[in-house]
């Protein structure tokens, strides 16, 4: 079946700009979840949602994030004011339901990279 | 100090040999462990769990010692097709609203050489 997909793969933007980022989970899973990871890191926790309600947004680094997912199914991952630091490949994956364990694989898209100039 | 360290390597190897990586985690409420594949520019994907009584997939074997807060893994009879970053991965806390958070090790990169 089809996993995780996220678009743009690849998007380039000049310091200051608004971004949107796409993730489709696999259909039916209710949980899904945002990481960020820079070169040379692993992953880093950003958001995540059970349903349509963010579950955890702790890892939002500033209120320039914010991440929505009206229907419980796709979600959008927001930047305002896009900075240079912002520069990494935003992950998302999703899960049956929510939680980390050995019955609940979390499943990874291949990521958006998003270069701020 | 991150609640998630291991050594980023690289560790470079022949096929054929054994390797072994290490991991350490800071938070003792931590009730869920797991190693991470991840091929250049590819998402992670699961390479296995990790359960306190050690537990063996082919030519992988994951430890667990929560008395020290140490993960390991170790890869015997490698192969080419093994060259990959290898994060070490726990559940980021033990109960209320954010038990799904995975919290990443910074990964650890495994080059294997003919």
């Known amino acids: 079946g089809a996993g995780v997909s996220q678009t743009p793969s690849n998007k380039v933007t000049e310091k200051g700009k608004y971004v949107e980022l796409r993730c489709d989970p696999i259909?039916?899973?209710?949980?899904l979840y945002w990481y960020r990871q820079s070169l040379g890191q692993g992953p880093e926790f950003l958001i995540y949602?059970?349903?349509?309600?963010?579950?955890?947004d702790s890892g939002l680094p500033n209120d320039r994030f914010f991440a929505v997912r009206p229907e419980g199914s796709v979600s959008t991952l927001k930047i305002q004011r896009t900075e240079r630091g912002d520069s990494a490949v935003y992950l998302c994956?999703?899960?049956?339901?929510?939680?980390?364990?050995?019955?609940?694989?979390?499943?990874f898209g291949p990521g958006t990279r998003l270069t701020v100039l | 100090r991150k609640e998630v360290e291991q050594d980023p390597g690289p560790f470079n190897v022949p096929e054929g040999a054994t390797v072994a990586f290490n991991c350490t985690y800071s938070?003792?409420?931590?009730?869920?462990f797991f190693w991470y594949r991840q091929d250049c520019r590819k998402e992670p994907k699961l390479l296995m769990s990790v359960y306190s009584s050690g537990n063996e997939d082919g030519r992988f074997t994951a430890q667990l010692n929560r008395a020290s807060q140490y993960i390991s893994l170790l890869i015997r009879d490698s192969k080419l097709s093994d060259s990959a970053t290898y994060l070490c991965v726990v559940n980021g806390n033990a109960g209320g609203t954010s038990y799904g958070k995975l919290t990443f090790g910074q990964g650890t990169i495994l080059t294997v050489h003919p």
């Open positions: 994956a999703s899960s049956l339901r929510p939680g980390a364990n050995s019955y609940n694989e979390q499943f």
């Open positions: 938070n003792s409420a931590s009730q869920s």
């Open positions: 949602f059970q349903g349509t309600g963010a579950a955890d």
């Open positions: 259909s039916g899973h209710t949980a």
